[in-house]
């Protein structure tokens, strides 16, 4: 059993930014893929962010690239995700997941372990 704790959200103006944390249980997050999604009201959760389990591929939704940047340490059980130039938009709850080492990373579908979410708010 895998357990994500995310931290890191709050409220902030449009063009700053915030950092997520997610830390993970367990001794299998060095063999995960970590995923970063997000949901606002209304709409389905959507793909924000992926890293393989060494962190040596990444992936980002077109609407983020450029402006977020998802890492991890291992040796800590966290991964984390930069969030600069933020945009009103980008409003939501976002969501940590794990899945397994060889996985499609941009859908929902595939990951195992999911945390509880933290609310990031973008002002105009």
């Known amino acids: 059993q895998v357990q994500l704790v995310e931290s890191g959200g709050g409220l902030v103006q449009a063009g700053g930014s915030l950092r997520l944390s997610c830390a993970a249980s367990?001794?299998?997050?060095?063999?995960?893929?970590m995923g970063w999604f997000r949901q606002s009201p209304g709409k389905e959760r959507e793909f924000v962010a992926a890293?393989?389990?060494?962190?040596?591929?990444?992936y980002y939704a077109d609407s983020v690239k450029g402006r977020f940047t998802i890492s991890r340490d291992n040796a800590k059980n966290t991964v984390y995700l930069q969030m600069n130039n933020l945009k009103p938009e980008d409003t939501a709850v976002y969501y940590c997941?794990?899945?397994?080492?060889?996985?499609?990373?941009?859908?929902?579908?595939?990951?195992?372990?999911w945390g509880q979410g933290t609310q990031v708010t973008v002002s105009s």
């Open positions: 890293a393989s389990r060494t962190g040596g591929s990444t």
């Open positions: 367990g001794r299998t997050f060095s063999m995960s893929t």
């Open positions: 997941a794990s899945g397994g080492p060889l996985m499609e990373p941009h859908t929902p579908f595939g990951y195992t372990y």
